[in-house]
C-alpha cells in the first residue's frame, strides 16, 4: 500500500500545488486560486498572509486495495484534504467519482474553508475523494471500501470530531456517512463524542432533522433573496419575485432534486431537467419527484410522459430561461458554451460549474451568477447544526418545545380575552406548537442565508470596483479566515 501525507504552509503549499499537476490535466485548484487572486486586490492583506491562507495545508494520498466479489483485486485511490486549520475543526464532504483528481480534492476542500467564513461556520476547509464510480460496486463492496477509507483517516488523524468531519458530496449520501461513523466509532470505544466525526448521518445514527434537504433548501433561500431585491432583478430585466421564474436544472441527485423542489414550490416553474442520459423538456413545468420516480423504474429521465427529449445534456443548459441551475460537476461553463447561455440567472448548486474564463463573459451578458461558496453553503451550515446536536448529546428542542408551547397558549388565551376573538383548533395548533428539531434547524438555515446574501450586497457597495457576487464572496472570506489568523498573533 503507498500511502503519502503531504503538510505545506505558507509558500510551500503552493509550490507543491504546481510540482504535482500533470500537463494536460485540469487543475480546479489554479481556477479557485485566480477568484482568490482577484478578489485578494480589494484587500491589503501582506502577501504571506494571503499565501497562508490560499495553500492547501495538508493533503493525505492513500491507495488499497479491494478484493472483488468475482475473486479479483483492484487498487483503490483516494484522498483526504485539509485546505486551512485556522479554526477546527477541518470540514468537507466525501466525493466518489471515477473523475476524482488530487488538484480537484484540494480546489473543493479550498471552497469549503471560503464558504465556511461566509456563512459563519466555525470550521476550516477540507475535502475527500474516492476514484471510483459508485454504480460498478455492490452495496458490500462500497461498505468495505468506505470503512477502509476510514481506516485509513483514523490511522493518519485525519477524521475526529475536533480534527476533521467529512459529510456527503456528490456520490455519497447517508449510508456511507452512517459506515463512517460506526467505523470511526468502533475504533475509538468510549469517546463521547464519537458520533461528532461526520455529519449527513441517517437521523438514527444521530444524525439531524433536515440535513438531507439542506443544500437545495439553502439554494432556494438565496434565490429567494435574490428575487425579492427588486435593485438586483431591474438591473437583469426580470420582474421581483420567484413566482413564475422559468428554472432548468442539471444534475436530478441530492443537491439538485432539493433545491428543484422548493424553488418549485415557491412559486417557480421547472421547464427542463437534465441528467448524463440527456435533458427533458416541457413549458407548462416538470415535477421532480415524478421525473425521479420515473427515472427509477425506467432508468432515465428521458420519455417522461408530456415532455419533450432535448437533443442533448448540454442542449438544456442553453435554453430560453430565468434560473439555471447547475447541481452536478465542476467546469459546466467554459469559454466555448459560455457566450450562447441565456439564463438571466446561475445559481450554482455544484462547486466550482462556471471556469475563470465563463465569469466575464456572464458578466458581460448581465448574467447575475449566484456563487456556489455563498448558495450551496446550507449543506455545511446544517452539518455545523448537526455536529453541535452530537456534542451536546441532546436534539433541538428537546428542551424548549413544550415550554414554548405553554408560552404561547397563554399568549394566545390573553389575545382572545383582550380581543374577544376565538381561535379555531387549527389556527391553535399552528400558533401554538413549539419549534421542534426541523423548525430550528430550517429557520437557522433560513438567517444564515438570509444575512450571508446582505453580507455580500454590502461588500458590493463598500467597493463598487467588485465586479460580481462571487468576488465580493471572495473578499469576505479573506477578510473573515485574515482576522482569525491575526487573533492568533501569527500574523501582526
Ligand atoms: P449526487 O451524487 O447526489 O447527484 C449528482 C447528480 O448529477 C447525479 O444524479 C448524476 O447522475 C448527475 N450528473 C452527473 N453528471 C451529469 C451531467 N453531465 N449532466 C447532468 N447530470 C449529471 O451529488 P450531490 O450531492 O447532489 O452534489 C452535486 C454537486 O453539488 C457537487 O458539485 C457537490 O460538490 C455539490 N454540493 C453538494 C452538497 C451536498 O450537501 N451534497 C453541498 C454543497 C455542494
Same mark, same amino acid.
Request: glycine share 10%; charged share 25%; with cysteine.
Given at each position: ?39 485578494? /486586490?480589494? @484587500? ?40 486551512? #486549520? ?14 476524482? *483528481? ?11 474553508? *471560503? $464558504?465556511? %467564513? ?8 477540507? $475535502? ?22 476510514? #481506516?485509513?483517516?483514523?490511522? $493518519? ?9 467529512? %459529510? ?15 467505523? *470511526? ?8 463524542? +464519537?458520533?461528532?466525526?461526520? @455529519? ?14 439542506? @443544500? ?6 438565496? =434565490?429567494?433573496?435574490?428575487? &425579492? ?15 413564475? $421564474? ?12 432539493? +433545491? ?33 420516480? #420515473? ?14 427529449? =432535448? ?16 447541481? &452536478? ?8 458554451? &459560455? ?14 460549474? @462556471?471556469?475563470?474564463? %465563463? ?28 455536529? =453541535? ?9 428537546? !428542551?424548549? /418545545? ?8 397563554? !399568549?394566545? /388565551? ?34 444564515? !442565508? ?34 482569525? *489568523? ?7
Amino acid at each position: 500500500m503507498l500511502t503519502e501525507v503531504r503538510t505545506g504552509v505558507r509558500h510551500e503549499g503552493a509550490s507543491l500545488v504546481h510540482s504535482v499537476v500533470m500537463s494536460g490535466q485540469p487543475n480546479f485548484f489554479e481556477e479557485v486560486n485566480k477568484s482568490f487572486d482577484e478578489a485578494a /486586490k480589494f @484587500t491589503e492583506y501582506p502577501a504571506g498572509l494571503l499565501d497562508q491562507i490560499r495553500c492547501c495545508n495538508s493533503v493525505y494520498r492513500f491507495d488499497f486495495p479491494l478484493r472483488r466479489q468475482n475473486g479479483t483485486i483492484e487498487v483503490i485511490h483516494a484522498w483526504r484534504a485539509e485546505h486551512s #486549520h485556522h479554526k477546527m475543526p477541518v470540514k468537507g464532504g466525501i466525493r466518489y467519482s471515477s473523475g476524482v *483528481y488530487e488538484e480537484e480534492v484540494m480546489a473543493l476542500a479550498a471552497l469549503m474553508t *471560503y $464558504k465556511c %467564513a461566509i456563512v459563519d461556520v466555525p470550521f476550516g476547509g477540507a $475535502k475527500g475523494g474516492i476514484k471510483i464510480e459508485p454504480r460498478d460496486y455492490s452495496v458490500e463492496e462500497l461498505e468495505r471500501i468506505t470503512r477502509r477509507y476510514t #481506516h485509513e483517516l483514523v490511522k $493518519k488523524g485525519f477524521i475526529g470530531p475536533g480534527i476533521d468531519v467529512p %459529510a456527503p458530496d456528490y456520490g455519497t449520501g447517508e449510508r456511507e456517512m452512517a459506515w463512517i461513523a460506526d467505523t *470511526y466509532a468502533a475504533l475509538n470505544p468510549g469517546q463521547l463524542d +464519537a458520533m461528532g466525526c461526520v @455529519t449527513g448521518k441517517p437521523v438514527t445514527q444521530g444524525g439531524v432533522n433536515g440535513r438531507r434537504e439542506a @443544500t437545495g433548501r439553502g439554494l432556494y433561500f438565496a =434565490l429567494r433573496e435574490a428575487c &425579492a431585491h427588486g435593485e438586483l432583478m431591474k438591473g437583469i430585466g426580470l420582474s421581483p419575485g420567484l413566482e413564475g $421564474k422559468r428554472v432548468v436544472v442539471q444534475g436530478l441527485g441530492n443537491v439538485g432534486f432539493h +433545491a428543484a423542489k422548493f424553488c418549485r414550490e415557491g412559486g417557480a416553474t421547472l421547464i427542463a431537467i437534465a441528467e448524463r442520459e440527456g435533458a427533458i423538456f416541457s413549458e407548462s413545468g416538470l415535477d421532480e419527484n415524478a421525473v425521479f420516480q #420515473h427515472r427509477k423504474q425506467t432508468g432515465s429521465i428521458l420519455d417522461f410522459p408530456g415532455a419533450k427529449n =432535448l437533443a442533448s445534456t448540454a442542449a438544456a443548459l442553453e435554453l430560453e430561461c430565468d434560473v439555471l441551475l447547475p447541481a &452536478a460537476l465542476e467546469g459546466v461553463f467554459t469559454a466555448e458554451n &459560455a457566450p450562447r447561455i441565456k439564463a438571466r440567472i446561475i445559481l450554482e448548486g455544484a462547486n466550482g460549474p @462556471t471556469t475563470p474564463e %465563463a465569469d466575464p463573459i456572464f458578466r458581460e451578458k448581465g448574467i447575475l451568477v449566484i456563487p456556489d461558496i455563498y448558495c450551496n453553503a446550507g449543506g455545511v451550515t446544517v452539518s455545523y447544526f448537526e455536529w =453541535l446536536k452530537n456534542l451536546s448529546h441532546v436534539r433541538f428542542g428537546r !428542551m424548549s /418545545k413544550r415550554h414554548e408551547q405553554a408560552n404561547e397558549l397563554t !399568549m394566545l /388565551k390573553a389575545i382572545e380575552a383582550a380581543t374577544g376573538k376565538r381561535f379555531s383548533d387549527a389556527e391553535r395548533a399552528s400558533i401554538a406548537k413549539g419549534p421542534d428539531e426541523a423548525d430550528l434547524v430550517n429557520s437557522g438555515l433560513e438567517e444564515t !442565508m438570509i444575512s450571508a446574501f446582505h453580507d455580500l450586497l454590502e461588500t458590493r457597495r463598500r467597493h463598487p470596483g467588485v465586479p460580481d457576487l462571487r468576488i465580493a464572496a471572495f473578499v469576505n472570506a479573506i477578510h473573515k479566515v485574515a482576522r482569525s *489568523y491575526m487573533e492568533l498573533g501569527i500574523f501582526p
